[in-house]
């Protein structure tokens, strides 16, 4: 098992950016695929980006692509998320997930792919 702690969120004007960090405790945390997901309000959640078990693959969402960035220090049991150039209709809860699984399964993108969640940390973009 794997507890999952974010921080980072806050309140930024339009075409600011925040860094949101993910810290893992329990279980070795080099085994897990991990992965950001958002939920703006009467939304469901949604995949954002999703980082291979050594950091060296990843993957985004179309609408964050070119200005979101995932990340993973595994010496710090720590996966973070870059946002650069936010827009209002990024507002939402970011969550931070984890499976064993692969990273290459198709799965990556879905909610039902991770059994672990962290509390979420609300991002708020104002225009």
């Known amino acids: 098992q794997v507890q999952l702690v974010e921080s980072g969120g806050g309140l930024v004007q339009a075409g600011g950016s925040l860094r949101l960090s993910c810290a893992a405790s329990?279980?070795?945390?080099?085994?897990?695929?991990m992965g950001w997901f958002r939920q703006a309000p009467g939304k469901e959640r949604e995949f954002v980006a999703a980082?291979?078990?050594?950091?060296?693959?990843?993957y985004y969402a179309d609408s964050v692509k070119g200005r979101f960035t995932i990340s993973r220090d595994n010496a710090k049991n720590t996966v973070y998320l870059q946002m650069n150039s936010l827009q209002p209709e990024d507002t939402a809860v970011y969550y931070c997930?984890?499976?064993?699984?692969?990273?290459?399964?198709?799965?990556?993108?879905?909610?039902?792919?991770?059994?672990?969640w962290g509390q979420g940390t609300q991002v708020t973009v104002s225009s």
């Open positions: 997930a984890a499976r064993v699984s692969s990273f290459s399964s198709v799965s990556r993108d879905r909610v039902s792919g991770y059994p672990y």
């Open positions: 329990g279980r070795t945390f080099n085994i897990y695929t």
């Open positions: 980082t291979s078990r050594s950091g060296g693959s990843t």
